[in-house]
């Protein structure tokens, strides 16, 4: 009999098991914090662009002033300087991106770079009214818009990161701004407040 009474199940048998999480898995994932090397790095890249996009941007006005003006050779400082400015967009494409959060912000900065270069090309190739500039203009807007989407829906940068992300968006809008105005502008328009030449324009009647 007390045999059989040990065999009995006891009130602790019936409880329901327990299982605990490690604290790895239940720890909440640290937000992204770049390294001051990362950082340093990043301001050096930045400090040169900016210092070259504004002075080539600024020297751009001033030649294509001239050029409305019909100074003559200007256009060949305005080639070279445009191609300087794309070549610059076109290299913050391949910026050190282990600074950067995640995917999305990777991404996004690539495509900002790319975009940036096809809209100063197709910018480039519509003042001098050679051809393909209708596609590189539509191309490049697209891709911009994709980058500003993306810059703004994604998630919460850090700190550091802001001020990157600002001047990168304001980029990216004042190219979309002035490839936008050149992409929807009809021709005649652009030859009416001289941003075209008439001459360059006109098909020969053949």
Do not use: C
Request: hydrophobic fraction near 45%; avoid cysteine; aromatic fraction near 14%.
């Amino acid at each position: 009999l007390s045999h059989h009474k040990q065999n009995q199940p006891t009130e602790d048998s019936f409880k329901t098991p327990t299982f605990t999480l490690s604290s790895s898995i239940m720890k909440k994932e640290k937000p992204y914090t770049p390294s001051a090397k990362e950082l340093a790095l990043l301001k050096k890249i930045e400090d040169f662009i900016i210092k070259y996009e504004l002075t080539v941007g600024v020297t751009l006005l001033i030649i294509f002033g001239l050029m409305v003006l019909g100074i003559p050779t200007m256009e060949y400082f305005f080639i070279t300087g445009m191609l300087f400015l794309a070549i610059l967009y076109f290299s913050t494409a391949y910026m050190p991106f282990p600074v950067l959060p995640d995917v999305k912000h990777i991404f996004s900065s690539k495509l900002s770079g790319i975009a940036s270069f096809v809209i100063v090309i197709g910018i480039l190739f519509s003042i001098m009214n050679w051809p393909a500039y209708n596609e590189m203009l539509k191309y490049g807007l697209i891709g911009s818009s994709i980058a500003l989407a993306y810059g703004f829906l994604k998630k919460e940068v850090p700190t550091e990161l802001k001020s990157h992300f600002k001047r990168f968006r304001l980029r990216v809008i004042i190219l979309f701004i002035i490839g936008g105005a050149l992409y929807l502008t009809p021709r005649t328009k652009l030859v009416e407040f001289g941003v075209i030449e008439k001459a360059i324009t006109e098909t020969p009647n053949v």
